[in-house]
């Protein structure tokens, strides 16, 4: 079913993808809902190089309206700019390809959404992050966890269509899955709409990953100068953001540093005191990992 002209319904789901397995599994799960859904689903397709593929033959087999677009590689926050601005209900609700929706999902959706006052622009769902429980999480385990109780993240989040009008949208100068969702977050509230923790529910997995994952996510604090560049220092604390380690990191490189530059300038106590204060916080380091 790929017509999406259902001037009726309450929300549009936009979905964007660089085509995960966790795609599939995802619309496998909004096809077993136990209130049929019947708002438009927008697949948004964000893989570099996408424009003139042909729609997926499975799309035609979705029990549900679904339409794909092209954002063409530019990142998540454009991705969802594409999607809901093609949306015509009154409500966009965002939901992240690697999700998988409880089977009742739809319908309380509907009944979060339903029961949202006027002064409500924005309902989050509630995420669960599956843990080992035969073994210690691995660091990046942790991380996806430290979604769990997180504000305005996007794996779930459903805001008014005139809300996000309003203030344009996503910043598409954030060009990763970070920080875009939280400076979203801000804007739209900052006028005074209040976004509601709803019912609904989704399971978060871990996606696979190797060792340096976290080595590469440390990108990120680029867009963490953006966020206080644009939001100012106290930005973290009206987010209910937690704080990462890069002052952390910072301090340990500069002990290693001094250390050396110590020890090769013949100033062997301070050196030593240095080179104590680099191996107090790798030990750290090692230990939060």
Known sequence: MSGVALDDALTTIV???????????????LAEQTVHVTGP????????????????????????????????????????NLGWRHART??????????LPERDWYATLLGDL???????????????????????????????????GARWITADLTYRR??????????????????????LGLR??????????????????????DRWVSVRRQV????????????GPHWRARAHAPRGRLAVHAATVAASVAALAATLAGRRRDGAAAALGWAALTTDFVLVR
């Open 41 to 80: 689903v927008l697949l948004v397709d964000d893989r570099a190089g996408s424009d003139g593929r042909p729609p997926p033959e499975w799309l035609e087999d979705l029990p549900f309206p679904a339409r794909v677009l092209v954002s063409g590689g530019r990142g998540p926050a454009a991705a969802r």
């Open 15 to 29: 979905v964007p993808t660089v085509g995960r397995p966790s795609l599939l599994a995802l619309l496998e799960r």
């Open 188 to 209: 739209i509230t900052s006028g005074g709409g209040r976004v509601v923790w709803g019912q609904r529910r989704v399971e978060h997995p871990v996606r696979p990953a």
């Open 90 to 99: 009154p409500w966009v609700s965002f939901v992240d390809d690697d999700v």
């Open 114 to 148: 339903q029961g949202a006052g006027a002064e409500v622009v924005g309902s989050q769902g509630r995420l669960t992050v599956p843990l080992p429980s035969d073994r210690r999480p691995t660091d990046w385990e942790r991380s996806t966890a430290g979604l769990e």
């Open 220 to 231: 990120g604090n680029a867009d963490d100068a953006l966020m206080t560049r644009l939001h």
């Open 162 to 183: 005139d809300a996000l009008a309003a203030v344009g949208g996503f910043d598409e100068r954030f060009p990763r899955a970070y920080r875009e969702d939280i400076d």
